[in-house]
């Protein structure tokens, strides 16, 4: 028998492009994309996802400046986090840098040391509340 096909924590809608770097990838560099992107290997560098969602999975270790619409972290991120919309850190999340988004989200039992940036109106960096933390929770 096979094993239970794994399931999507962050579903996209109908029709909606999705990629997927497995967890035996293992990349470094620059990273672009036109649609949602979902990371259970490792990668070190930047991404750029403007307009859409990065997920990092449970298995997922990324090293990187990263740029999106919304941000999903489950496994571990070591970098800055710029979202224009939300960022998730989950229970099983790790997370060492500063986030700027619209929203923040830290399910207990996350980890979390930087700073924490809310964007006002989109406007960016120029109107941001800053509130400097470090956070560690425990189930």
Request: charged residues 25%; glycine residues 14%.
């Given at each position: 028998?096979?094993?239970?096909?794994?399931?999507?924590?962050?579903?996209?809608?109908?029709?909606?492009?999705?990629?997927?770097l497995?967890?035996?990838?293992?990349?470094?560099?620059?990273l672009?994309?036109?649609?949602?992107?979902?990371?259970?290997?490792?990668?070190?560098?930047?991404?750029?996802?403007?307009?859409?969602?990065?997920?990092?999975?449970?298995?997922?270790?990324?090293?990187?400046?990263?740029?999106?619409?919304?941000?999903?972290?489950?496994?571990?991120?070591?970098?800055?986090?710029?979202?224009?919309?939300?960022?998730?850190?989950?229970?099983?999340?790790?997370?060492?840098?500063?986030?700027?988004?619209?929203?923040?989200?830290?399910?207990?039992?996350?980890?979390?040391?930087?700073?924490i940036?809310?964007?006002?109106?989109?406007?960016?960096?120029?109107?941001?509340?800053?509130?400097?933390?470090?956070?560690?929770?425990?189930?």
């Open positions: 028998m096979s094993e239970p096909t794994p399931r999507s924590t962050n579903a996209s809608p109908a029709g909606h492009q999705r990629t997927f497995g967890r035996s990838v293992v990349a470094q560099g620059q672009s994309s036109g649609e949602d992107l979902l990371i259970e290997g490792q990668f070190d560098g930047t991404i750029n996802l403007e307009d859409h969602c990065l997920t990092v999975g449970t298995e997922g270790r990324v090293k990187a400046e990263v740029r999106a619409r919304q941000v999903v972290i489950q496994g571990s991120v070591t970098g800055n986090v710029v979202a224009r919309e939300k960022i998730e850190i989950r229970r099983t999340g790790h997370v060492v840098g500063d986030l700027v988004a619209g929203t923040v989200a830290i399910e207990e039992g996350a980890y979390f040391k930087g700073s940036d809310i964007a006002r109106d989109g406007a960016g960096a120029g109107s941001e509340v800053s509130a400097p933390s470090t956070l560690k929770t425990n189930a």
